[in-house]
């Protein structure tokens, strides 16, 4: 009777070993790279995709006889999964958005319209992947679509990783992944930033990324940070990995463009909260360590050099930082979460405050202390490369 059993049981399982649990062949796949969001003429959703082509080559590498390694289709709908299915049946093929790696939202649309209505299908279904970056663009998403990547295989990945080597190696933005969204749209007080690109078509070099600050509900494009707070912004919102601060030389001699290089190797930000008199006060103190990567007027050799090119640094930002703080209160644009801080450890404050904690935010009064540690020098001596012998 045993064998017999056995062979039941091996009738039943085959079936489920021998198919495809899902009765799609790969040929019945396309794989999404990238996809972007545009406002349409007539107001509804514009959707491009990003599509891998099998056989295809590296962009980049096109000549002619060879092909590219992606193409892009367009639809339009009044939501993303019904622009899709447009796109669905012109391919004759199902959309599959599993190897996504970004999702660029386009300009005009961030300003428009509530950027959650769009998130809400990529968040919503079990494709996309919860760490694909989000990023704004200035002007159509369809154009960086069609740009050539520069050395990766779609432009999809290139602005990935594009947007994270900016935030390990210059502090001029941050990763923002659809997790991260799906996280501040649930909180009190949700003002948060978006990494925001320009298409290098634009300039003889490729320019630098920044930031753009949202908020939810509204989940619209408030305000673009220029390039030269956004490092600042970063650091106040404790998210600031790596960079560089110049400080020009002192003396008078030196031509005002010269500078020497202090790479900041890592900086954490700790913001204290204290009411008073029925008001905010925030206190600001960053801690910061890093070395000297390019010496052209300070000598480094004494104890008093030393801490006089640290109380430069030091001086250097927390001006810029006080600017910064500045600039996101008349902004009205609590990207630091002040309002998140009171929701979780002044409950009863925050719903008194709540319904005005914009004005409230705007009006804050802050202190800001910064110290700044020199781990070391590089290789070479403590003195500028020009006076070294001396």
């Not at 920044?210 to 908020?215: R, Y």
């Amino acid at each position: 009777m045993r064998p017999i059993y056995i062979f039941i049981l091996l009738c039943l399982v085959m079936p489920v070993l021998s198919g495809c649990w899902d009765k799609l062949e790969l040929n019945d796949w396309a794989f999404v790279q990238a996809a972007g969001i545009d406002l349409a003429d007539d107001g509804r959703i514009r959707l491009t995709t990003q599509i891998y082509k099998p056989g295809g080559t590296n962009a980049q590498d096109m000549i002619p006889g060879k092909e590219s390694s992606f193409f892009n289709m367009t639809s339009e709908g009044t939501t993303v999964f019904g622009a899709s299915l447009l796109i669905n049946n012109e391919l004759g093929r199902k959309i599959q958005w599993s190897h996504m790696e970004a999702l660029l939202i386009g300009e005009n649309f961030s300003r428009k319209r509530n950027i959650g209505e769009v998130l809400d299908f990529f968040s919503r279904s079990n494709e996309p992947k919860s760490s694909m970056s989000i990023i704004v663009t200035h002007g159509d998403a369809l154009t960086y679509l069609k740009d050539k990547p520069f050395v990766d295989n779609n432009i999809g990945q290139q602005l990935s990783s594009s947007i994270k080597t900016t935030e390990k190696q210059s502090g001029l933005s941050t990763t923002v992944t659809l997790t991260d969204l799906s996280i501040f749209a649930k909180q009190p007080s949700a003002t948060f930033v978006i990494p925001f690109v320009y298409s290098a078509a634009e300039s003889t070099l490729p320019p630098s990324n920044t930031t753009a600050i949202f908020s939810f509900p509204e989940g619209k494009l408030l305000k673009i940070v220029p390039h030269s707070k956004t490092p600042y912004l970063l650091m106040l919102m404790n998210k600031y990995q790596s960079g560089m601060i110049t400080t020009p030389c002192s003396d008078s001699k030196n031509s005002p463009k010269q500078n020497d290089a202090f790479r900041i190797d890592k900086l954490e930000t700790k913001i204290s909260h204290h009411i008073k008199d029925n008001s905010l006060l925030l206190h600001v103190n960053v801690t910061v360590s890093g070395s000297v990567m390019e010496l052209t007027c300070s000598p480094l050799g004494t104890e008093q050099e030393i801490n006089h090119f640290t109380d430069q640094i030091e001086n250097k930002l927390k001006k810029q930082l006080a600017d910064t703080m500045n600039y996101i209160m008349a902004e009205k644009a609590d990207v630091i979460g002040a309002g998140t801080y009171l929701h979780r450890y002044h409950n009863k404050r925050w719903k008194s405050w709540e319904t005005t904690w914009n004005d409230r935010f705007s009006k804050s009064a802050f202190t800001i202390e910064a110290h700044v540690q020199l781990t070391h020098t590089g290789i070479d001596t403590g003195r500028p490369f020009t006076n070294a012998g001396k």
